[in-house]
């Protein structure tokens, strides 16, 4: 039966994880330079229009329709159009709403793809952006949440722990992130040229949204208000202050002062490092992830800095990395004080196994998927700005607009 309570709760998280994607906007959009921040601006906001209604008429469908064939591979289309998705409770939870749980899952599949857009940012072209974001959003997104979410998913069935989507939304858009800044190549740079943020303000800003909407990711999971949503908020709250502070240090050791850019990085690696395990962990364990995401994304960082791969907003070090990371140490720490599912350090060695399974299948699978993608859409409306329009900045050579005013 439904219960109020939940019900509100989950329409809550909801609208928290939805305001999550213009924070990402803003976030983004203050560390690029000037010239192309309302590039970021509007691929974000573009994202949050076009995947609110492709979810509608067919991602939710692929990712939590009926499994097709016993595969696990990819749900049917029963629930096209959001057919058969009523207003009581559906397979998925018992005490809200089916369409309350479609609604929630479409936030989660709105910023996914937007988190892509940091390691293209400043060179990629805006119809490239939307034939790109349209076909990764239900070829890669969608298929990846049925494979760890859906009935019948295959890493559902081996019993992979993600509580809100270390593989589903982080390594997926981290990957993908990373395979992106190869194909398109370097930002064009002039010797003097030095890519600094145009606005710091603006960036934390949006990590303080960010870090509130996290609250609705993860807490919102438990698609109750009960217990365990308390839980996710409150090891939420503390891996994001932990990977601040571990970040922060690191890099005040490291170039000699206390960067603010650093601080909210840090937050934000935190938060990712739990999303996976804010169902099954402890505050206790909530410092070590918060501390050691803050610590191996920071370093991610350096070695991206080295291998000169140029990810623009370092999505694949913060997410990818982040999102590995804590799926690895979600079958480590998972503790049945917080919940049914135990981990390595309290006897079940498997987990680790079957997290590593998931792992592996996320980082191929997006890899090869958004390659294709890619050299598909770099065939129909090709991928790059020209030199000239780069240099101009995108707000003025694909929307004709400027952000700030001289």
Known sequence: MINGGDTAWVLTATALVM???????????????????LSILMQCMFTLGLVSVTWVLVGYTLAFGPDVNGWGIIGGLDNVGLKGVGVAPGPYAATIPATAFALFQMMFAIITPALIIGAFAERKRFKAFVLFALLWSLLVYSPICHWVWGEGGWLRN?????????????????????????????????????????DVRLTVIGAGILWFGWFGFNGGSALAADGHAVNAVLVTNTAAGMGALTW??????????????????????????????????DPSSAILIGFMAGAVCYGAILLRERLKVDDALDVWAVHGVGG????????????????????????????????LVAIAATWIYSAIATLIILKVVDLAVGLRVAEAEEEAGLDASQHGEVAWQS
């Open 324 to 355: 590995t990371l804590g799926i690895l140490l979600t079958g480590i720490f998972a503790t049945t004080a917080v919940s049914a599912s135990k981990g390595l350090l309290e006897g079940n060695a498997g987990q680790v196994g079957t997290q």
């Open 158 to 198: 081996m019993g992979v722990l993600d509580y809100a989507g270390g593989t589903v939304v982080h390594i997926s858009s981290g990957v993908a992130a990373l395979v992106a800044a190869l194909v398109l190549g370097p930002r064009v740079r002039r010797e003097s040229e030095r890519f600094e943020p145009h």
């Open 248 to 281: 922060l240090t690191m890099s005040w050791l490291h170039k000699g002062s206390p960067s603010v850019i650093g601080a909210v990085s840090g937050a934000i690696a935190g938060e990712v490092g739990i999303t996976p395990a804010s169902g099954f962990v």
């Open 19 to 37: 305001l999550m994607t213009p924070g990402l906007a803003l976030f983004y959009g203050g560390l690029v330079r000037r010239k192309n921040v």
